[in-house]
């Protein structure tokens, strides 16, 4: 069965450093990913997602990520972090023949240290 | 609607009474999730509607959970004798599924907290 694993429940960075939140998922087959963004007192909101056109997919915010197929991994990356950022982040997957039913990681925490 | 609304925000309860959730999906939408948040913890699968079909049932964690949607638009998730463990946050979401194929981007309501005393 498809899992997804995101290291770090917490990952903390000082304003201005780069934003580095890992995801690795277990399927063979390229599945679709996806970055999620939920806010204090919100629900989650798409930041990005990768379908097959290019490896490298930007988001909003200035986020990106990087799929590596050798590395099964989408990790999302922003250069330069600003307080703005601090939310908790969730990786997803679905299959490209069963898409209804994501696949969630269980979510980081972004703490900005000012 | 312009985004996928739902009530209340927030429900305080005395254990052993049944509430009921509402999400009100974008407009369009043929998919609707429900997913439970618990504190600190990840996106639990509840159920899954899509259109007529029968709905996808497989997540709800015990026969006091019930969900319907009516005219393939509203949905109402039921707790009856509700539970301490039942505090958490339950999301709804929505999707302009339309087959099989294609990445299924999901919108996300803003949740409804439910506290059990």
């Known amino acids: 069965a498809q899992s997804v694993t995101q290291l770090g429940s917490h990952v903390s960075v000082s304003e201005g450093a780069l934003v580095l939140l890992r995801c690795n998922y277990s399927s063979s087959v390229p599945p679709y990913l996806f970055w999620y963004v939920q806010y204090p007192n919100q629900g989650l909101q798409l930041l990005l997602k990768?379908?097959?056109?290019a490896t490298l997919v930007k988001g909003i915010n200035g986020f990106e990520a990087e799929f590596k197929k050798s590395e099964t991994s989408f990790h999302l990356t922003k250069p330069s972090a600003h307080m703005s950022d601090a939310a908790e982040y969730f990786c997803?997957?679905?299959?490209?023949?069963?898409?209804?039913?994501?696949?969630w990681g269980a979510g980081t925490k972004l703490i900005i240290k000012p | 609607g312009a985004g996928v609304s739902q009530s209340p925000s927030n429900k305080v309860t005395e254990k052993g009474k049944d509430v009921e959730l509402r999400c009100d999906p974008i407009?369009?939408?043929?998919?609707l999730y429900w997913y439970r948040q618990s504190l600190g913890q990840g996106l639990e699968f509840l159920i899954y509607?899509?259109?007529?079909?029968?709905?996808?049932k497989s997540g709800l964690p015990s026969d006091r959970f019930s969900a319907e949607r009516t005219g393939g638009s509203v949905s109402t998730l039921t707790i009856q004798r509700t539970q301490q463990e039942d505090s958490a946050v339950y999301l709804c979401?929505?999707?302009?599924?339309?087959?099989?194929?294609?990445?299924?981007?999901?919108?996300f309501g803003a949740g409804s907290r439910l506290t059990v005393l």
């Open positions: 509607f899509q259109g007529n079909s029968a709905p996808d």
């Open positions: 979401a929505s999707s302009r599924l339309t087959g099989l194929s294609g990445a299924n981007v999901l919108t």
């Open positions: 990768y379908t097959s056109a």
């Open positions: 997803a997957v679905s299959e490209r023949d069963s898409n209804y039913q994501l696949i």
């Open positions: 407009s369009g939408h043929t998919a």
